[in-house]
């Protein structure tokens, strides 16, 4: 109903929006000097991070390269390692298998298959292509290589001469292209989005331009002649956010300032295109970012805007876009984010929910959006330089995201719920049989974006500052970079985190120097050692950096040592299904009971029955044949179990009629979840103190 | 993606399913041997009930007429004022204002109105006629009489020659009349059922036969001889079940034999059409109803189809059918009924969610399903006497569904929520507004619902058995009737119900006689006195009926006292959002705080911050002047604030710094909320023991 209305409104337009269309139209038909030149690659692309913000003038950190970056055996390296090796291959076999690369064969005569999926099934193709940019950074796959170049030289064959390039608005769809409904609801500038990432980390990687030409192509000849807030120019509405924050990466990666211009535009909404309210909700578009007052709508759109406002400030300095930036993370921090760090509480509409609804069976949280929401947290951190948003990096990262992919890298959760029951009546739109894991769903947005997450892991290990140099995550690694004054710069880290908080930082300059080695400490840190070549260095705060300036040499080596106590987390009173309840955490990992590992998993206990009984310490012990080696925390508890069945609802009043045995909790990582037989699961638990 | 799948698959026929559907077909094409007399009417429609049971074999109750009672001054009678005088005109101006007779007159070449509103809007025309034909029922309406005459005048002229009658499957669209994707997604049958009820109800209160025999030609002339089990038949599938309950009620009308078996039929599931399970799940339909083991998919084609079966039960005794029927209310009961009466927790699919699943704020609850779970326990109690059912018909009455409709008749819940915030977030897609009331919705299914509902509301007060009377709901009312062995019956009750549990009720048989007077004692109550003529009557239990069996002259009073006292209700700790919370119901009716009502309302205070204060009693007091007359409870409470604003998660370890401040709760019945300005309503509140 709604989007066939807007093709019969008119245009409106007020004079106020005329004006500032104008303004905006003068800058975006205003070329750069050297256009020509200014569209081919400037930067050298090995050298760039995961978003390239070295000549961002409102950055106060650079990224480093992924490729700066290796990550050694430990937490990370098995996680990558059935990335690279088991979900990378196997999502590419998916993606053939369920006609993704026929939709662009048919199109060059060398398929007869039907087109299959949805309107975004390209974008499948370039998150997967994105993926393995980025893995290229991390060692040398000839095979890899040469089958995604094969696959690129099919993408770029479809391009027709007008710069066009969608294998789904072709023949018969034709005439809808970029039609008002069709932007709101079609995907074409959302699969351009994702073709720009994925040519962008596949050139940074390996130097070849033939994707990135061809989206270049299709912002340059088809998109900004013929688009844009021009009198003579049809408006845009990205009804999937995600071509801003390309078109920014874009401009970093060619110099072409209309791209900012261009995505900027967008961010802004055209006031010409006619839409319905619920449809900017939705969309998280259509009205000027920066009237935004709170995070709504489609939890994924939600986020890449804000990734895309975040660029646009970054390349801007727009002051109306950082506000409104922090007063979104703001909602989100204190109304909208699961303690898993995943984001978009309800399934209706995948969207964001009311401050506090926060359900924990029927979370929706999907992967994407988990991502979207480190994406996001990643561009503040370099906007600002402060801790709190890498605290929600890492929070997102270990929970949230990393329970998205099996141990195995075969399955992935679409929704990434706080509690399941494998019994229940769940009827997932993603996954119709039930399953929470599955190899392969029709909307097949999740596996690669995981993928793509993972394998540009050692561009966030880092940043620098004019001052010296970030430590925002731990894990065992190898940094080979250089400072701003052109100082080399190694940094080994060796540590067994996330099981335990002992980092120990070995700082190897090229030549001796003063810098500030900005050491995170993270928010969940209650008390905190750092020591300089063994002499304590006072000042670490949780949730803060703790510059260390001092002249630094080959072989000095930082200390630091956060406690690791499980911590017993309530949730804000107003989290209706948290009442009563507590969730642990210990290091950056959430934990959850799975009912399968409790000792007494054979009887017909629900899970809602186990009680925690808090004062007694939690012990944790690391299994290393557990799960691919997990630390397991032990917990004394209660099972409290009706000896009547009272029914439904029943008065207060009458007696309890339970009975109780003492037990004992076991609880794994939340990420780990789902890797074994189905079974009940709980991230929050009912509590009473013993 | 999933319909069109249907339309490529090839019918599957085992020899099991083959020889199954041969002896349906057989039973289908045999038609009575005074076939053409028993389609028409062969009873006195005045003398017939809500649902005709006088002629079931397996009926244990039957129902009395809905002009047998007139419901005096009291607590219903100013509901079914509102129902009259208010709803179902300003329904009627809505209905013609939405197109929806627009689309009859244009079939006639009397409008020229482009076809408007969803594949099911003829429906909405035939359940305000039901409402009508009920109302008729309490008194002559001369003016609505004759525009509901002219209405089904208008509709009747659209019936093809063939029988068919349909406003949406017609011109472009007429090839896909009743193909399988239609009759999954298409709402033909469900059309028709609501006609036929609406033709039935008509028809008992005014003797027209209009729009009956419009029914009759359709099932007899279209949907007979074409589809069925029949091997040159097309097969049925109930998409929306609704037929399968009009088409008995069609053979209780006429006798008609043939309706009660393709009833059946539909009821079974046809093996031959190709269904994914989802669909069959969905839509509660498609496989045999004796294979179901729980209530799921969407909650009023779920309930619609218990009332079909239980109605195909009533009429032959399958005893498959009543193990099915009381597995699925048990499931009901112990998982999936709100303390409201509503069911369908769930907003995706509208549907019932896992056990227990049963939020508050993101209730679905549409008024439908609570009227459906009303007539569906309705017909139970026909089926075994059990006043179980009978306390879920009134738990539902009183709160689900009369939240339903506004106090001044003019706005309707689709949603009945359980919490609610104004200032959320919420997109509901009946509302987009975000308005929990409306005068109108495009899917305006819940508004004549719930008029036919009032409207038909003397029928549910008493049934008949061979051994008397039974008396279900109490409010002020004359029943004039007639036990079965044709003496006549009188009874006025005199009661302040549902504010007061005194109940004196009159009996008057025409001539003394001999028979029982079977006394509803509700669940809810925990101590009560029953005497007659001033005697003491031993042997009343909560939820069941009491027996009074002695010689009856007119004038002998019983006089029933249910305690009242107010009750704080737990729900089963597995409701995750009930724990530590409490409901309080006082009689049938369960109450809610509204914001605007507490004494700190002018403050910031958020609703979750009052906690209510156990070990107190709570004071009840009748307020005449608010809500159109209410009983307001007055309960101890504190309202417990952080001072510290501690964000979303933080440790248990964490001292508490709260402020605590002593108040009072104002609680109003559930079903009046939403009656005044935007404000935040809570019915299960957080608790502490005083």
Redesign the interface.
């Known amino acids: ?1 709604m989007a066939s209305m807007l093709s019969r409104r008119s245009f409106i337009a007020s004079s106020a929006a005329a004006a500032l269309l104008s303004q905006m139209s003068r800058a975006l038909a205003h070329p750069a000097a050297d256009a020509e030149t200014a569209t081919r690659p400037n930067q050298d692309g090995r050298n760039a991070g995961v978003i390239d913000v070295s000549k961002s003038p409102y950055a106060k950190l650079k990224t480093v390269p992924v490729s700066a970056v290796v990550i050694q055996e430990g937490f990370w390296s098995q996680r990558r390692k059935a990335n690279l090796e088991s979900s990378i291959p196997s999502m590419q076999a998916e993606l053939v298998a369920h006609g993704r690369m026929d939709n662009f064969l048919r199109l060059e005569g060398k398929s007869t298959a039907p087109q299959i999926g949805p309107v975004f099934a390209d974008s499948d193709i370039y998150k997967w292509t994105e993926a393995v940019g980025w893995a290229l950074q991390s060692g040398n796959q000839p095979a890899l290589k040469e089958t995604t170049a094969a696959m690129i030289r099919e993408v770029v064959a479809t391009q027709e001469p007008s710069g066009y390039l969608n294998t789904y608005y072709v023949g018969d769809r034709k005439p809808l292209r970029m039609q008002y409904d069709t932007q709101t609801t079609g995907h074409e500038l959302y699969c351009i989005g994702h073709l720009l990432q994925g040519a962008i980390a596949y050139y940074r990687s390996t130097g070849d331009e033939t994707l990135l030409d061809a989206g270049i192509r299709f912002v340059d000849d088809f998109l900004l002649p013929n688009y844009g807030p021009g009198p003579n120019q049809m408006g845009i509405v990205a009804g999937h956010p995600e071509i801003e924050m390309a078109l920014i990466e874009l401009y970093r990666t060619t110099g072409n300032q209309r791209y900012v211009d261009l995505a900027g535009y967008i961010l802004h909404g055209d006031p010409r295109i006619p839409l ?3 449809q900017t ?2 969309m998280f578009c259509g009205v000027p970012f920066t009237s935004r007052t ?1 995070l ?1 709508g489609h939890a994924v759109r939600c986020m890449y805007a804000c990734c895309g406002a975040t660029d646009y400030y970054l390349e801007t300095g727009d002051p109306a876009y950082l506000q409104t930036l922090n007063t979104l993370w703001d909602d989100l ?3 909208q ?1 699961y ?1 898993t760090g995943g984001v978009g509480a ?4 995948e ?5 506090y ?1 926060l ?4 979370a929706y949280g999907e992967s994407c959006a988990a991502i979207g929401n480190m994406m996001w947290n990643w561009r503040m951190l370099a906007a600002t330089g402060d801790a709190r948003f890498t605290d929600v990096v890492e929070r997102a990262l270990y929970n949230g995201i990393n329970s998205g992919m099996s141990l195995d890298g075969k399955t992935y959760c679409y929704r990434n719920p706080l ?1 399941f ?1 494998p019994n ?4 997932d ?1 993603h996954a ?1 049989e039930g399953r929470i894991r599955n190899p392969w769903y ?1 909307t097949t947005c999740c596996p690669p974006n995981l993928e793509r997450t993972f394998a540009s892991l050692p561009g966030y290990f880092y940043s620098t500052s004019d001052d010296g140099v970030y430590v925002h995550l731990y894990d065992n690694s190898d940094l080979s970079w250089r400072l701003h004054d052109g100082n080399g710069l190694k940094i080994r880290q060796e540590t067994r985190y996330p099981w335990n908080g002992d980092v120990k930082l070995t700082i190897a300059p090229a030549t001796p120097g003063e810098f500030t080695v900005f050491v995170r400490i993270p928010g969940w840190s209650t008390q905190q050692s750092v020591k300089v070549n063994g002499a304590s260095v006072a000042g670490a705060q949780p949730g803060s950096y703790l510059p260390i300036r001092r002249r630094w040499s080959a072989g000095d080596a930082i200390e630091l040592s956060f406690d690791m106590p499980t ?11 948290d ?5 642990f955490q210990r290091g950056p990992c959430v934990f959850c009971m799975e009912q399968l590992d409790q000792p007494d998993a054979d009887t017909s206990i ?1 899970l ?2 186990y009680t925690a009984s ?1 004062g007694a310490p939690t012990s944790a012990r690391y299994d290393p044949d557990l799960l691919d080696g997990v630390m397991v925390l032990d917990h004394a508890g209660v099972i ?1 179990r009706p000896t009547v069945d ?8 009458e007696s309890e009629h339970t009975q109780e045995t003492d037990t004992r909790l076991k609880l794994i990582p939340y990420y780990a979840w789902a890797n074994r037989a189905p079974s009940a699961m709980q991230v929050w638990i ?2 009473r103190q013993a």
């Open positions: 109903m319905h309210p619920q909700v939705y709170h709504e921090a204190a109304h984010m303690v309800r399934e209706t509409g969207a964001f929910g009311d401050p609804e359900p924990n069976a029927r509690a029951d229940g009546n769940s009827q739109r119709p029709d911590q017993a987390l309530r949730a804000n009173p107003a989290v209706s299904e009442r009563g309840r507590v969730a629900n809602n029955d808090l409290v009272r029914g439904l609802y029943f008065p207060l009043s009912p509590y």
